[in-house]
């Protein structure tokens, strides 16, 4: 029973340190755009986040256009009009 109980600590704080983690990283690509037109962040390093954030978009738009064709794909029949009522 302690080693579940052990198992299930471990597994809690996992997923705390994964929530931070994103949570951070959400931050702090909302964030960048504010950076750059305050000129806090110039040169190469201006440089390499702008390619963090451009790589994150494409990894989020491809996401969402793969869970786009899975529900497209997962439809079994085209939709159709509903029977009239009357």
């Keep these: 029973m302690a080693d579940q109980e052990g198992s299930a600590h471990a597994a809690s704080a996992?997923?705390?340190i994964a929530a931070l983690a994103v949570v951070g990283v959400a931050v702090g690509l909302a964030v960048l755009p504010a950076l750059f037109v305050l000129g806090l962040i110039a040169?190469?390093?201006k440089a390499g986040m702008a390619t963090v954030a451009a790589v994150a978009g494409g990894v989020k738009l491809a996401v969402t256009a793969w869970g786009?064709?899975?529900?497209?794909?997962?439809r079994t029949a085209?939709?159709?009009?509903?029977?009239s009522i009357e």
């Design 14 to 16: 996992a997923r705390t």
């Design 78 to 83: 085209p939709w159709t009009a509903a029977a």
């Design 43 to 45: 040169g190469a390093l």
């Design 68 to 74: 786009l064709a899975g529900r497209w794909m997962q």
